[in-house]
């Protein structure tokens, strides 16, 4: 592939970069936005309850004060979730205006990688812990204690250490390009 080839592969990551940058954007405030409504609408709190606890979740009291724990168990993963795409936006951004094989880049890369595989187990604490508070106030011997582990948070184990394992890699392949050109 010649000059013309690769200044056209530039090119097409340039705009790919650009429309990722907005999508991250816009899923970021999306994110912001439907989590807050979320636990503001009883019906809604009570969907993310049945989403992630399945059918104990339908039996477990809701009010506001529980719809404010759940909140609060909740904005752990999702404030893991924000930062991870946060890094990732910031590396579309750099992609945009050219910075690819850089250390910057590979580092946003690797803490988009390690916000995935943060994931993981916060998937099977966060229902864990969502179980055991909303069915505290419960009377002794209807109290839950759940544990749960989904293909979803195996997957975000793999995809997150992969992530961070080539993040790494390309990490020292800039640092030692960079040493290199200061030789020359």
Do not use: K
Not at 97 to 103: A, D, I, K, P
């Amino acid at each position: 592939m010649g000059a013309t080839g690769s200044t056209a592969a530039a090119g097409r990551l340039a705009r790919l970069s650009r429309a990722m940058m907005w999508v991250t954007t816009i899923g970021i405030g999306l994110i912001v936005v439907l989590s807050v409504v979320g636990f503001l609408i009883p019906d809604w709190t009570r969907n993310a309850l049945l989403a992630r606890l399945g059918q104990i979740g339908a039996s477990l009291p809701l009010t506001p004060s529980t719809r404010l724990a759940a909140a609060a168990i909740f904005a752990v993963p999702v404030g893991v979730m924000l930062w991870g795409l946060w890094q990732v936006r910031a590396l579309f951004r750099d992609f945009a205006v050219g910075r690819v094989f850089t250390e910057a880049a590979a580092r946003r890369l690797q803490l988009f990688g390690v916000a995935v595989l943060v994931q993981a187990p916060l998937g099977p604490l966060t229902a864990t812990m969502l179980a055991l508070a909303l069915s505290l106030a419960n009377p002794p011997g209807q109290r839950f204690l759940l544990v749960t582990f989904s293909l979803n948070d195996y997957f975000a184990l793999i995809i997150g250490g992969v992530l961070v394992a080539v993040a790494t890699v390309m990490r020292e392949a800039a640092r030692l390009a960079e040493e290199n050109a200061s030789f020359v």
